[in-house]
Nanobody, 123 residues
Framework: VQLVESGGGLVQAGDSLRLSCAHSGRTANHLILAWFRQAPGKEREFVAA????????DYANFAKGRFTISGDNAKNTVYLQMNSLKPEDTAVYYCAARRDYVFVNTQHNYDDWGQGTQVTVSS
């Protein structure tokens, strides 16, 4: 699966931003698309995931209530809507794909990755 992220940028605290991840390539019976992020000097961490066919979602605790993951089948695109952004949300955000049904939040369980998009939130 090929993944291309877009939508990052520089915003102020309290603003909203929507990231997009266009995916293409061989389809699978089960496909999970996820967002991870990596801040400078920190490990990459799970943000949210969606089962592409069923539409079920999973979120990291810090993302619940502020971030929403969704998908558009017609555009083969998954989105991450981020609201009430905080400076600590500053990171490179990555899209990842996992050809399985089970939600997992560890990066080594994902098969394919995008190049990442920078999100910077100023205070």
């Amino acid at each position: 699966v090929q993944l291309v992220e877009s939508g990052g940028g520089l915003v102020q605290a309290g603003d909203s931003l929507r990231l997009s991840c266009a995916h293409s390539g061989r389809t699978a019976n089960h496909l999970i698309l996820a967002w991870f992020r990596q801040a400078p000097g920190k490990e990459r961490e799970f943000v949210a995931a969606i089962r592409w066919i069923e539409g079920d979602t999973d979120y990291a605790n810090f993302a619940k209530g502020r971030f929403t993951i969704s998908g558009d089948n017609a555009k083969n695109t998954v989105y991450l809507q981020m609201n009430s952004l905080k400076p600590e949300d500053t990171a490179v955000y990555y899209c990842a794909a996992r050809r399985d049904y089970v939600f997992v939040n560890t990066q080594h369980n994902y098969d394919d990755w995008g190049q990442g998009t920078q999100v910077t939130v100023s205070s």
